[in-house]
């Protein structure tokens, strides 16, 4: 288990520190120090990825969930046969949801009112590696295998783990990894539209949903690599469009 830790926590670690590439001067003038900021704004969720793995590593085999390329390289086995089982449908569901996203993006940037949300970017590694990790590391590897868990042992602990109790922690987390978004739309945009609101929910509950069944499906590193490729590819997309 401190094998599986230490590796899981490393990569989070990684993502967490991408934040202090983010000019946090766009969110206009602020009352810390920006080197305090960057440090504030690192060590927050890199806090939060070690206690979610802890988490994940409690929660996640008693419920059938895994991260098999980290546990073969945690066990000294061969990492590829692992990853190479991940690779295509994370490769499927990260394009599924770029197309999403330029779709989203695209309508944003035909609204007005929606200025200081595209004046606000994140640098791309940002994106890839605290996205592709460190959300998926919480909201998933931690969170949904935690919901997972309550919702199996609610319901009588049967072997195998029933369907509707992954249904449920996937939807669960989904729900929660949409909600986490709205403080950064609302501190950007104070007063947005309903609708608009609820399509920034909807742009982000597809995508959590989508990971979430890679990471039941094929594994963490699946939810990982679609998410990050995601972001690659609308990020591409929308930089030609």
């Not at 926590?9 to 934040?19: E, F, K, V």
């Not at 991940?86 to 490769?91: D, G, H, I, K, R």
């Not at 605290?130 to 609610?154: C, K, N, P, Q, T």
Request: glycine share 8%; charged share 10%; net charge positive.
């Amino acid at each position: 288990m401190i094998a599986m830790w230490w590796r899981l926590t490393l990569l989070g670690m990684i993502g967490a520190a991408s934040l202090a590439l983010v000019d946090f001067g766009q969110f206009g003038e602020a009352a810390l120090d920006p080197a305090l900021l960057r440090l504030v704004a690192t060590l927050q969720p890199a806090v939060l990825v070690a206690l979610c793995v802890a988490l994940g590593l409690w929660a996640a085999p008693k419920v059938g969930l895994d991260a098999p390329t980290v546990r073969a390289w945690a066990e000294r086995r061969p990492v590829l046969p692992a990853l190479y089982s991940q690779l295509a449908p994370a490769a499927l569901g990260g394009l599924a949801i770029a197309v999403m996203l330029v779709g989203f993006w695209s309508a944003v940037r035909a609204q007005d009112f929606a200025a200081p949300v595209l004046a606000f970017e994140l640098p791309l590694v940002t994106k890839l590696l605290y996205g592709g990790i460190v959300e998926e590391l919480l909201l998933r590897w931690g969170v949904m295998s935690l919901f997972v868990w309550i919702a199996w042992r609610a319901g009588g602990a049967a072997r195998p783990v029933p369907a509707w109790a992954l249904w449920s922690g996937l939807v669960t987390s989904s729900l929660l990894f949409a909600v986490g978004h709205l403080p950064a739309l609302y501190f950007l945009l104070p007063n947005p539209p309903g609708w608009f609101v609820g399509l920034a929910l909807i742009a982000n509950f597809i995508p959590g949903m989508l990971f979430g069944w890679l990471y039941w499906r094929r594994g963490l590193e699946a939810a990982m690599i679609a998410h990050a490729l995601a972001h690659l590819l609308a990020t591409i997309a929308l930089s030609i469009l």
